[in-house]
Nanobody, 124 residues
Framework: QVQPVESGGKLVQVGDSLRLSCVHSGRTLTTYVASWFRQAPGKEREFVAA????????TYADTVKGRFTITREEATDTVYLNMDNLQPEDTALYYCASGGNVHHLMEADKWPHWGQGTQVTVSS
């Protein structure tokens, strides 16, 4: 069973950049896609970005398109989320997920395996 573990979250200033990492321990050849979601206080968990392991095809939420970049490193089973020009509205607990379906990328309830989350706080 895949067990994602996130790291890299911290307090940053508006306009800063930050990179989150997620190691997908236990990944197998049937694990096709990985993703990042985030959840701000009082809000529902929302999709951020996803990437397929085999060909690296990416999908982004409109709110982060052009500022965030998702990449993967197959040799280490690691997925990264590079975040540029961070804004206060990006403040959230960021989760990585595994085992989802490529036809339901943005639906949190379709992802069976989740990490514990890493906190990103953007201060103005």
């Amino acid at each position: 069973q895949v067990q994602p573990v996130e790291s890299g979250g911290k307090l940053v200033q508006v306009g800063d950049s930050l990179r989150l990492s997620c190691v997908h321990s236990g990944r197998t050849l049937t694990t096709y896609v990985a993703s990042w979601f985030r959840q701000a206080p009082g809000k529902e968990r929302e999709f951020v970005a996803a990437i397929t392991w085999l060909v690296g095809r990416t999908t982004y939420a409109d709110t982060v398109k052009g500022r965030f970049t998702i990449t993967r490193e197959e040799a280490t089973d690691t997925v990264y989320l590079n975040m540029d020009n961070l804004q206060p509205e990006d403040t959230a607990l960021y989760y990585c997920a595994s085992g989802g379906n490529v036809h339901h990328l943005m639906e949190a309830d379709k992802w069976p395996h989740w990490g514990q989350g890493t906190q990103v706080t953007v201060s103005s």
